[in-house]
Structure formats: structure tokens, C-alpha cells
């Protein structure tokens, strides 16, 4: 909008404050809004997305329009920044998971930090900031989350935190692995492999030994515990079991290749089946 429809929409809005005028106003101010989100997200470390302040912002941006008095003299934008900008503040507090004590305690050891950081003019150790403000070394400790905040980032915005655009950020949840999630066909193909590898000249008690041993990760101690039954007993059994295999496989390589092994990558391809 140039600066003489500028004036005139300002004109009809302090006139007769409508809605149309108050619209176009919001809309080409929208870009110092967002001018301001980006610079306060960038103070905050990228911990909020500018999008996120500037939803924030737009509240305090139409209460700048509804109050500001034009013949006072003072320019808009001074008018209305330390509005927009407080309201980016109020949504943030508002949505704020952290208690505000808590808030309050971590910003005076920032400052104490600080302070004795310039008059020594070096880093200053965590004790003797304790010590000035009175705080119980003891207690901070054992109860850190008293008087620290936690802080939750994006890993997208991690990638390149100069850019705010969340088209042109990677996505990485597609890297994430989750370990010990249940596969759907986990417990078939878990069922498979005991069936192809040991076969029904084993016993169910074998079996389970088996599935403790190679599946579980047990010891011979932790299978005995789990089956009641003494580790000597174990010992044997797992040694004969073996035996066992090793015959089958030397008398049928071929089962073992194209059967066995296949099993085995499409079960190691399923965190969730051992």
C-alpha cells in the first residue's frame, strides 16, 4: 500500500471505524508483525517459530489500531511495536508448561551469572552464584527442575536456523528410529524362524530355550531362574541343542541358505521381534 492510500485508509478508518478499513490496515502491517516475530524468535534461540509469535502478534496489532491517536504525533510503527511485541510475550506465558516460579528463580541466577561475570571478569563456578542469592547448593541439586526450565526444540530446526520457512526445512522424522515398537508381523515371523530352524524334533522346553538364549539374551543362570530349572540342567540341554542344529544344517546347507537366512533378515529388518 503506498503512503497516500496509506493516509486516506487511516483517514476513513479514525472517521468512521469500520471493519474494511481496519482489515486493510492489519494487512499491510502484517509485515512489520512478522519483522518482529522473526527478530524475537532469533532471540529465543529458535525454541518458537516466528509463524507462531506473529499469530501472537496480530492480537496486539489490531488493539495498536484501535488506540492509536493519530494527532499526537507519533509515528505508528513506534506506537504499536512495544504492543505487538508484548503480546507475542502474553501468548508465549499463556502457553508456557513451566510453572512461573520457576521461570522467575532460573532469570535471577541468569542475572546474579552475569553481574558477577562482569566485575570479575570471568566464568563464574555454579556454588558461588548459589552462595549470593542464598540458594541451598544441596537443594538445587537434588531438585534441579526448581529452578531450571527444560526446553523443547525441532530437529528441523536444528538444520538451518536462518531459515523460518518450514517447506525448505528437511524433514527427519522420517531418520527417526523407534526401538521396541511392535511390528505387525513380528510375532509370525518370530513363530517362522523357531518353526524352520528347530522344527518339531524339539521339544517346547528347548524351544523356550532357544527364544531365552539367542531372543531375550539371557544368561544360562537368568534361563534357569526364568524355567525353573537348574542351570547345570541348562548347560546340557543348550550344548545338545546345538549339537543338533549344527547336524541338520551340515546335512541340509541348502535348507539353511535359502530358507534360514532370508528368515532371519526379514526378522533383524523388526526391532520388536527378539
Same mark, same amino acid.
Given at each position: 500500500?503506498?503512503?497516500?492510500?496509506?493516509?486516506?485508509?487511516?483517514?476513513?478508518?479514525?472517521?468512521?471505524?469500520?471493519?474494511?478499513?481496519?482489515?486493510?490496515?492489519?494487512?499491510?502491517?502484517?509485515?512489520?508483525?512478522?519483522?518482529?516475530?522473526?527478530?524475537? &524468535?532469533?532471540?529465543?534461540?529458535?525454541?518458537?517459530?516466528? &509463524?507462531?509469535?506473529?499469530?501472537?502478534?496480530?492480537?496486539?496489532?489490531?488493539?495498536?489500531?484501535?488506540?492509536?491517536?493519530?494527532?499526537?504525533?507519533?509515528?505508528?510503527?513506534?506506537?504499536?511495536?512495544?504492543?505487538?511485541?508484548?503480546?507475542?510475550?502474553?501468548?508465549?506465558?499463556?502457553?508456557?508448561?513451566?510453572?512461573? *516460579?520457576?521461570?522467575?528463580?532460573?532469570?535471577?541466577?541468569?542475572?546474579?551469572?552475569?553481574?558477577?561475570?562482569?566485575?570479575?571478569?570471568?566464568?563464574?563456578?555454579?556454588?558461588?552464584?548459589?552462595?549470593?542469592?542464598?540458594?541451598?547448593?544441596?537443594?538445587?541439586?537434588?531438585?534441579?527442575?526448581?529452578?531450571?526450565? %527444560? *526446553?523443547?526444540?525441532?530437529?528441523?530446526?536444528?538444520?538451518?536456523?536462518?531459515?523460518?520457512? *518450514?517447506?525448505?526445512? %528437511?524433514?527427519?522424522?522420517? $531418520?527417526?528410529?523407534?526401538?521396541?515398537?511392535?511390528?505387525?508381523?513380528?510375532?509370525?515371523?518370530?513363530?517362522?524362524?523357531?518353526?524352520?530352524?528347530?522344527?518339531?524334533?524339539?521339544?517346547?522346553?528347548?524351544?523356550?530355550?532357544?527364544?531365552?538364549? $539367542? $531372543?531375550?539374551?539371557?544368561?544360562?543362570?537368568?534361563?534357569?531362574?526364568?524355567?525353573?530349572?537348574?542351570?547345570?540342567?541348562? &548347560?546340557?540341554?543348550?550344548?545338545?541343542?546345538?549339537?543338533?542344529?549344527?547336524?541338520?544344517? %551340515?546335512?541340509?546347507?541348502?535348507?539353511?541358505?535359502?530358507?534360514?537366512?532370508?528368515?532371519?533378515?526379514?526378522?533383524? &529388518?523388526?526391532?520388536?521381534?527378539?
Amino acid at each position: 500500500m503506498k503512503q497516500q492510500e496509506l493516509s486516506q485508509t487511516w483517514d476513513t478508518y479514525l472517521t468512521d471505524r469500520d471493519d474494511e478499513s481496519k482489515n486493510k490496515l492489519v494487512e499491510h502491517y502484517f509485515d512489520f508483525v512478522n519483522k518482529i516475530a522473526f527478530r524475537l &524468535s532469533r532471540k529465543l534461540n529458535n525454541h518458537v517459530s516466528s &509463524s507462531e509469535l506473529a499469530s501472537h502478534g496480530v492480537d496486539g496489532l489490531y488493539r495498536a489500531i484501535e488506540r492509536f491517536d493519530m494527532t499526537r504525533g507519533n509515528k505508528f510503527e513506534t506506537y504499536a511495536y512495544i504492543r505487538i511485541r508484548g503480546s507475542m510475550l502474553d501468548g508465549l506465558r499463556k502457553e508456557d508448561w513451566v510453572p512461573r *516460579s520457576v521461570r522467575v528463580r532460573q532469570s535471577n541466577i541468569e542475572k546474579e551469572r552475569h553481574n558477577l561475570e562482569n566485575k570479575y571478569g570471568k566464568k563464574m563456578a555454579e556454588a558461588d552464584i548459589l552462595k549470593r542469592l542464598d540458594i541451598n547448593e544441596e537443594e538445587y541439586n537434588s531438585n534441579i527442575g526448581k529452578f531450571k526450565a %527444560k *526446553s523443547v526444540s525441532s530437529i528441523e530446526a536444528c538444520l538451518n536456523p536462518d531459515i523460518d520457512d *518450514s517447506d525448505n526445512k %528437511k524433514d527427519f522424522n522420517m $531418520y527417526l528410529e523407534a526401538h521396541n515398537c511392535a511390528a505387525p508381523d513380528g510375532e509370525v515371523l518370530r513363530k517362522e524362524f523357531l518353526n524352520k530352524l528347530i522344527g518339531k524334533r524339539f521339544t517346547n522346553l528347548e524351544r523356550k530355550i532357544v527364544y531365552y538364549c $539367542y $531372543y531375550r539374551d539371557l544368561t544360562m543362570k537368568e534361563i534357569a531362574e526364568e524355567l525353573e530349572i537348574s542351570e547345570s540342567r541348562i &548347560s546340557q540341554m543348550y550344548h545338545n541343542i546345538l549339537k543338533r542344529l549344527k547336524i541338520r544344517i %551340515k546335512v541340509n546347507p541348502s535348507y539353511f541358505g535359502d530358507e534360514i537366512l532370508s528368515i532371519i533378515e526379514r526378522c533383524n &529388518s523388526n526391532d520388536s521381534l527378539f
